[in-house]
């Protein structure tokens, strides 16, 4: 069955310290993944997607097959970057099915 | 990029009444998709609205509860139907196309609904 898995519910850090946000998914076929982020009183947007191996606000995200993951990681974390994350699993038809959501908080 | 509104950006309604939401796109799109995130909850998708045809509801929803409109490209409505309490959540909708150049899907801002 497809499954989008993010076991931390808050991730608490220090500013300037790295940060790891964890997805492992479950999909049969070829998986084309997202993170998508959510600041307080914003909507939901779409943060990065692993099919264009970009890097935005100094977020990226590798693919790894192997370990059927796709981890958010971030080298120095600022303030700015505390909001709800969370990762997509894309199916045919364009059906999104979404981890459970991490709070990243950057404390000061 | 692809641009939602949606409206009412929040409700409060008696049970056993309805509400219909509504999603505005600033261009022509193929596929809408309708999501609910319950309180505390991820989103899950409701149904995916193609113009010119019936919604395609996922396992758990029906057309009954969630009546979906298509009448254009640019335009969609889901209704919550004789609602109850446990239909307190946050419904938005969805179109693909994000940033011009990439691929991905834009959310609008959601519609919070409180049933009492």
């Known amino acids: 069955a497809q499954r989008v898995t993010q076991p931390e519910k808050l991730l608490s850090v220090f500013k300037g310290a790295p940060v790891e946000l964890k997805c492992n998914y479950s999909y049969s076929g070829s998986p084309e993944l997202f993170w998508y982020v959510q600041y307080s009183r914003q909507r939901l947007q779409l943060l990065l997607r692993h099919i264009s191996r970009e890097s935005i606000k100094g977020f990226t995200a590798d693919l790894n097959k192997g370990e059927t993951s796709f981890h958010l990681k971030k080298p120095f974390a600022q303030e700015e970057d505390s909001a709800m994350y969370y990762c997509?699993?894309?199916?045919?038809?364009?059906?999104?099915?979404f981890g459970q959501g991490t709070e990243l908080s950057v404390k000061p | 990029s692809a641009v939602i509104s949606q409206k009412p950006s929040r409700d409060i309604c008696q049970r056993g009444t309805s509400l219909t939401i509504q999603c505005q796109v600033d261009s022509q799109v193929t596929m809408m998709f309708w999501y609910r995130q319950q309180p505390g909850q991820s989103l899950t998708l409701i149904a995916t609205a193609n113009q010119g045809s019936e919604a395609t509801y996922e396992s758990g929803f029906v057309i009954d509860k969630f009546p979906i409109s298509r009448p254009n490209l640019t335009f969609s409505t889901l209704t919550v139907s004789n609602m109850s309490p446990e239909d307190s959540s946050i419904y938005l909708c969805?179109?693909?196309?994000?940033?011009?150049?990439?691929?991905?899907?834009?959310f609008g801002s959601g519609t919070r609904l409180t049933v009492v």
């Open positions: 997509a699993l894309l199916l045919r038809g364009g059906k999104l099915i």
């Open positions: 969805s179109v693909e196309g994000d940033r011009v150049g990439t691929y991905g899907y834009t």
